[in-house]
C-alpha cells in the first residue's frame, strides 16, 4: 500500500540552529500538508502544496514540494525553543482524496 | 482553538467493553474524518463521513464504525476493545468532500484499555 515516510525521525538542535525535515512518498500525491504537534497536544495544520514544484514560505519555515509530487520537506530557519514538537508530512494520493496517509513524523527538540 | 471538540478527554476501559466518543466539528464544516495515534506514531485514517455517509474508510476491522448526525457532530464506537486499541482518538472536521481541504483536529480522547 502507499507509504509516506519521513526523515529523520529525530532531532536535536541548538537553538539558532537550521533544521529540515523529508517526506518521501511511494506514489504520486494529488497534494500535500504539513501539521506540527507539540507534546500532549493535537495535530495543527501548516501549509498545503499542490502544484509541482511548489515552494511556500512562513516566516521562518520554507516548505517545498518536489517536481515529481513524490516529496517534500520542511525548513526551519534560526529555530527558536516554541519550534519544538513533532512535525508531520500528510499526503492525499492522487485519485484518493478521501484518506490522508501520514508520515511517522519528525520530532524537534531546541536546547536554549 | 480550532472549534473541533471532542469528548471525554480521557478514557479507561477493559479489554471486551465497548467505547463511544464523540467529535463536535467546526460550524459549517459537513465532513469528519477519525484517526487513531498511537504513541510515538502518525495518525492512522479510520474512517471519513460526509453528510451522514461513511465516505471512505482505513485499515480498521469492522468492530470501528462510526456515525455522523445531522448537525454533522459525530461519534467512534470501537467493539470488543483490544489492548492495541489504546491510542489518543483525533477527529477533524473539514469543509468538503473528498477535496484535498485544510482539515481542523480536536484535542482528542486519549482511550487507554487495561
Known amino acids: 500500500g502507499q507509504q509516506v515516510m519521513q526523515i529523520p525521525q529525530y532531532q536535536h538542535v541548538q537553538e539558532g540552529e537550521d533544521f529540515t525535515t523529508y517526506c518521501n512518498s511511494s506514489?504520486?500525491?494529488?497534494?500535500i500538508q504539513w501539521y506540527k504537534q507539540r507534546p500532549g497536544g493535537h495535530p495543527v495544520f501548516l501549509i498545503q502544496l499542490v502544484k509541482s514544484g511548489e515552494v511556500k514560505k512562513q516566516k521562518r519555515l520554507t516548505f517545498q514540494f518536489g517536481e515529481a509530487k513524490k516529496n517534500s520537506s520542511l525548513h526551519i530557519t534560526a529555530t527558536q525553543t516554541t519550534d519544538v514538537g513533532t512535525y508531520f508530512c500528510?499526503?492525499?494520493?492522487?485519485?484518493?482524496?478521501?484518506?490522508?496517509?501520514w508520515g511517522l513524523g519528525t520530532s524537534l527538540a531546541v536546547n536554549p | 482553538e480550532t472549534g473541533v471538540t471532542q469528548s471525554p478527554t480521557h478514557l479507561i476501559k477493559t479489554r471486551g467493553q465497548q467505547v463511544t466518543l464523540r467529535c463536535s466539528s467546526q460550524?459549517?464544516?459537513?465532513?469528519v474524518s477519525w484517526y487513531q495515534q498511537a504513541l510515538g506514531q502518525g495518525p492512522q485514517f479510520i474512517f471519513q463521513y460526509y453528510r451522514e455517509e461513511e465516505n471512505g474508510r482505513g485499515n480498521f476491522p469492522p468492530r470501528f464504525s462510526g456515525l455522523q448526525f445531522p448537525n454533522y457532530s459525530s461519534e467512534l464506537n470501537v467493539n470488543a476493545l483490544e489492548l492495541d486499541d489504546s491510542a489518543l482518538y483525533l477527529c477533524?472536521?473539514?469543509?468538503?468532500?473528498?477535496?484535498?481541504?485544510?482539515?481542523?483536529f480536536g484535542p482528542g480522547t486519549r482511550l487507554t484499555v487495561l
Open positions: 477533524a472536521s473539514s469543509l468538503e468532500e473528498g477535496s484535498p481541504d485544510t482539515q481542523y
Open positions: 460550524s459549517g464544516h459537513n465532513t
Open positions: 506514489t504520486t500525491l494529488s497534494n
Open positions: 500528510a499526503g492525499y494520493n492522487a485519485g484518493n482524496n478521501r484518506k490522508l496517509i
